[in-house]
DNA sequence: CGAACGAGTCAACAGGGTGTCGAGTTACGG
DNA sequence: CCGTAACTCGACACCCTGTTGACTCGTTCG
């Protein structure tokens, strides 16, 4: 889904097997977006920018990509493969410490966004202006709620944590959770928790809310 | 904060105490921007559409409304203010139930922006694109946290909720979870929670994270 | 009454952004 | 050395925003 339909200027170049120098050109591109992005948000970056900080002219941009956000589509394809790989290692390791678990999975979590601040930055822009970019969105959101809800249906059945909500709504309440709050604490604008406190107090409200039963 | 700095053609405007004919325009265009984002998102309305809805031409627009976003402001400054007066309202009824204190408060957030869902998606909308706007949200974010750490802290104060992290952190975390809980039920696109099961699954997260002892 | 003033109105302009088109220029394989 | 595909960009068509200056019209006051 992330070459084709996205890039159908790269599915043109390329055909020839010698070296195509248009390699480059889009590195330089994706290395100049980058680059901006820490500086500026997405929306006060122009297409003539990009080109710009890759020396060549707009129209010779629309070459390589079909738009601005294809670009930020094709980063953010890097960083949604990077937090699925470190996920993915995460739950393999078979939960025996449900506290270590949840744990190494928020920490994990926490960290792949933290080290692209910018672009986490920008897909949440993003997000709200581009359809493509929320699906992408919707599409990684909807694999974590899946692999938390069954985390959470087999601490129930295994009888660790007691009957609640489906498991699939309190998964999809707690990731919101996650993605709000350390995206508030990435951007920097608002109130929000210190980077070193994400961790402990998001795991916190992991931990009461699946295991333990309100008082009534 | 709402008017004078936000519409300084209306601080011109109005001097005269006799009857201002633009006054019904300034209404018309701010029903025409409530209308039209029923069924369109704020990005996919021009200043021209405003203006044409309201009958008037675009400069005439400029008139009334130093831009689309402050027609927006002006919108979320009338939610801002019933959200405000509910919440106060259901926080002054000292609470005597913990569980039923809470549940209140939630509902009541709930039921204020279910009841202006467009607004509230174009809210979320406008803050990633609007200074003005992610400000205003700031602000009444914070004020909620407040609210609630508040509550936390008395809670705790009389025994009733054990210690845990701080109640301000445990406070944004919760408040963060809220809105983007209700935003994507109300905003309809990605993995959301039924609108009836929200205040329900909130509830239950919110009282566990606030009374209960997460196992260890 | 009629000048003066301020509210209200808009055609026309200036400026900046996006995306496209067609006419190039290069560089390699035959 | 020629064809062909990769690559490049000037110029264009559009859309949107925000501003300017002139014009209408009702009200007020001398």
């Known amino acids: 889904m992330s070459d084709g339909a996205r890039l159908p200027a790269a599915a043109g170049r390329g055909r020839r097997p010698a070296r195509a120098r248009g390699d480059d050109r889009e590195m330089l591109i994706l290395a100049t977006a980058e680059r901006l992005l820490e500086e500026r948000p997405l929306g006060a970056i122009s297409v003539d920018d990009l080109a710009r900080g ?3 002219s707009r129209p010779t941009f629309y070459f390589y990509f ?5 670009v930020l589509l094709t980063l953010l394809d890097r960083v949604v493969a990077e937090a699925d790989a470190t996920m993915g ?4 390791g078979s939960v025996k410490a449900p506290r270590e678990g949840w744990q190494r999975a928020l920490a994990a979590y926490h960290e792949t966004f933290r080290g692209h601040r910018a672009l986490t930055v920008a897909w949440a822009e993003a997000r709200s202006t581009n359809a493509e970019v929320r699906a992408l969105w919707a599409e990684v959101f909807e694999r974590w709620v899946q692999r938390c809800a069954t985390a959470i249906e087999a601490e129930r059945a295994r009888g660790a944590a ?6 699939r709504d309190l998964a999809i309440a707690l990731t919101s959770m996650n993605e709000r709050v350390i995206s508030a604490s990435l951007s920097g604008d608002g109130p929000a928790i210190a980077a070193d406190d994400v961790v402990p107090v998001l795991l916190r409200v992991w ?10």
């Open 54 to 56: 890759a020396g060549i």
């Open 66 to 70: 079909p738009s601005k956000d294809a």
């Open 89 to 92: 290692a995460v739950f393999d």
């Open 162 to 167: 007691p009957p609640g909500p489906a498991a």
């Open 207 to 216: 931990l009461t809310a699946v295991y333990a039963t309100p008082p009534d």
